[in-house]
């Protein structure tokens, strides 16, 4: 073979050879990783982030209201939300309302940096856990809810004063009163070792003598509490709230 035919061979064989080769594919960048979750909720603190319109409203009545400071805060489910007459139950004591209906202990653990640490009370009153066990907690995550409320106060509120208001017996949850019992034993148990944590059983308050139901304290839905029911809270809370001034 002539050098020609060499030359013309190997420019042959190089366009082939560059034929087959593929040429680099661009591959998109891997997506940016999430943004990792609040603390709280990715330690499960919290039930259901859906109550920030709640959080809101508080703002708002804060802007346009101020709250007093080292005033006795009343915080929870429903049951302190509904308590519409508190400011006349205690006129001794300056009162803050921040209940929000359906919330579970872990919302307001989640929720503290706007409703409890703001208003630096000089106590905070805390009814939560009825709808925790109906959701399906166990009484042992509830007593554990619990701890984690108070832990998340006293950081930014060392000190603070907590008194948690006992799970009461509602007659349409009387299908959870063992569940109760126990998340109330255990939390009780708990405040006798923290002497910044008192208990206020108004569970047995709440039986008859012979350990049956009060319905006569209880509106029509037989959950929430008519005036008699916080008639008997605020007897059984009186003498904390007023040692709080």
């Not at 923290?194 to 047995?204: I, K, M, S, Y």
């Not at 007897?235 to 040692?243: E, S, T």
């Amino acid at each position: 073979m002539g050098m020609k035919s060499g030359l013309v061979c190997a420019a042959l064989a190089a366009v082939l050879l560059g034929g087959c080769a593929q040429a680099p594919v661009a591959t998109a960048p891997p997506p940016a990783p999430a943004p990792a979750p609040p603390p709280e909720v990715a330690s499960g603190q919290v039930s259901n982030a859906a109550w920030a319109a709640d959080m809101d409203h508080f703002a708002a009545q804060d802007a346009a209201n101020p709250p007093p400071r080292n005033a006795v805060l009343f915080i929870g489910s429903s049951s302190i939300r509904k308590w519409t007459s508190l400011a006349q139950d205690f006129p001794e004591a300056p009162v803050i309302n921040r209940g929000f209906g359906g919330s579970e202990v872990r919302d307001s653990t989640y929720y503290a940096d706007r409703i409890v640490v703001p208003y630096h009370p000089r106590e905070i009153v805390f009814y939560a856990g009825d709808n925790d066990l109906a959701a399906g907690r166990s009484p042992q995550q509830v007593a554990a809810d619990v701890a984690a409320f108070v832990q998340r106060v006293r950081r930014d509120l060392p000190g603070e004063p907590v008194v948690y208001v006992a799970i009461k017996p509602s007659p349409s949850r009387a299908n959870l009163l063992p569940q109760i019992r126990q998340a109330n034993a255990l939390i009780e148990a708990m405040a006798a070792k923290d002497p910044g944590l008192t208990f206020v059983d108004v569970f047995t308050p709440m039986l008859k003598a012979d350990g049956s139901l009060r319905p006569e304290l209880f509106g029509p839905d037989m959950l929430h509490m008519n005036a008699d029911g916080y008639a008997l809270w605020t007897r059984l809370l009186k003498p904390y709230v007023d040692a709080a001034r």
